[in-house]
């Protein structure tokens, strides 16, 4: 049975004494906990695929792609650099400071809170477990409740194969993540939308924990002039389609230059039925939407445009065909909010400068994505978006990087993981300086005197 409330403050004392001893600090216990997490996803797939399948309609291949695949990498990566990124790392001492060493020390936080969200219910609980282990600090997870099936299976096979001294799963929705919030935490890392994220901040600062918020936006993809469409239209739906488009970094609406809607239009078609065939709404490559609130709130929005591809859903499924929408107005609905589903709205611009003030204008995205063939575009998109992470001709896939930093910026979120960059997210890097006893040096001791000054203000 998942763990009740009342119990949330024995399970934290539990879990503080067992780092107080510091079992997690090791390095054998950090590999053999990465270990067992890699052992966990293998010897599980094709239950994990049957959870997946449960909550989202999640075909077998984007189960593998954007969940196992991108964990497997992860923990491959952090055991490989493990030692590296826990050695102490050396920096320069001035003058003043010689003779003497100065260098960085990673410690562990503690006990962190890992929040995560429905839409990828496995990669959103495991991908910031993997640096928080390897950092060597203990963690609550709390799955997403909307993806039942996962978190039931999350809070089954991790006390199976993880240390339960070191991890713990609780399950829940509103009431039960409330009671938990209340605890104190060494750092929370939240996965999920910006109305939650404040509740959860707000929460952290009464124990003045550090918030790591993954959250979401609206993700621009920019089709510049003379761009290759056909490579475009591609990926664009690939990356849009994917869990039929419940993905945060999904491009979330396409600006393209007038000359080359229509063409773009027909092209995204002609993938569209390549990948899904003709009747989409019944495609095994296609995922459902999470639940009836979500779909109610995708068909709506279907109002915002002109359908110009799909438009067909299926309540009984939960399902909604790729859809792009055109004639849509900048300040309507679903140009306000993210949309979070397989609807597309395709924007017409003069050229690239208006697509980038249209950009700008807005709050700054989780991704950006340009398509484009001139050097000068490219520059101008890298320099002048503000964005969590961005991408030239192509979509999603710098998430199989594992040296990139992940997470948004402004509204889009705060803090960064993935990599060293996770490692160093659940970490403390404590800063230690060693002196040399001798020889003493007394010019910073009183009495004080024009010499010493001198000398002080020439060493700097
Ligand atoms: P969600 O409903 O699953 O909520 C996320 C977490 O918040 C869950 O664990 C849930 O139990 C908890 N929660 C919900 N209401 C709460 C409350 N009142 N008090 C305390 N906790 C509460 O997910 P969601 O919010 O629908 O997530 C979708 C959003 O997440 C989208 O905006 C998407 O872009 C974003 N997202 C971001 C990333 C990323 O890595 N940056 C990844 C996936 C999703």
Known sequence: ????????????????????????????????????????????????????????????????LGELSLLYSEIRHARRHLRRWTRPRRVHTPLVGQPGRSWVQPEPLGVVLIMG???????????????????????????????????????????????????????????????????????????????????????????????????????????DEGADLASAARRLTWGKCLNAGQTCIA?????????????????????????????RLKSENYARIINRRHFDRLVGYLDDGE??????????????????LTGVDPDSEIMREEIFGPLLPI?????????????????????????????VSERQFVELVSTGNLCINDVLMFMSVPELPFGGVGMSGMGQYHGKAGFDRF???????????????????PPYTDFKLRWLKRLG
Request: aromatic share 6%.
């Open 1 to 64: 049975m998942s763990i009740q409330p009342a119990q949330y403050p024995s399970m934290m004392r539990e879990l503080r004494k067992n780092f107080d001893r510091g079992r997690t600090r090791t390095l054998g216990w950090r590999r053999a906990q990465l270990g067992a997490l890699a052992r966990m996803l293998r010897e599980n797939e094709k239950r994990i695929g049957e959870a997946l399948a449960a909550d989202l309609a999640k075909p077998e291949q984007e189960v593998y």
């Open 117 to 223: 969200a429905w839409n990828y219910p496995v990669q959103l609980v495991i991908s910031p477990l993997i640096p928080a282990l390897a950092a060597g600090n203990c963690a609550v997870i709390k799955p997403s409740e909307i993806a039942a099936a996962t978190s039931a299976l999350m809070a089954e096979l991790i006390p199976r194969y993880l240390d339960s001294r070191a991890v713990q799963v609780v399950e829940g929705a509103v009431e039960e993540t409330t009671e938990l919030l209340e605890q104190k935490f060494d750092h929370i890392l939240y996965t999920g939308g910006a109305h939650v994220g404040r509740i959860v901040m707000r929460a952290a600062a009464e124990h003045l924990t550090p918030v790591t918020l993954e959250l979401g936006g609206k993700s621009p993809c920019v089709i």
């Open 251 to 279: 491009p979330d609406y396409v600006l393209v230059t007038r000359d080359q809607r229509d063409a773009l239009i027909a092209a995204i078609g002609a993938e569209l039925d390549d990948m899904y065939g003709e009747d």
């Open 307 to 324: 359908v110009s591809i799909g438009g067909r859903y299926d309540e009984a499924s939960c399902r909604i065909e790729p859809t792009v």
């Open 347 to 375: 924007i017409e611009v003069d050229n690239l400068e208006e697509a980038l003030a249209f950009v700008r204008q807005r709050d700054k995205p989780l991704a950006a994505y340009l398509f484009t063939r001139s050097r």
């Open 427 to 445: 970490s403390h890097l404590k800063a230690v300086m060693k002196r040399s006893r001798f020889p003493e040096i007394p010019i910073r001791f």
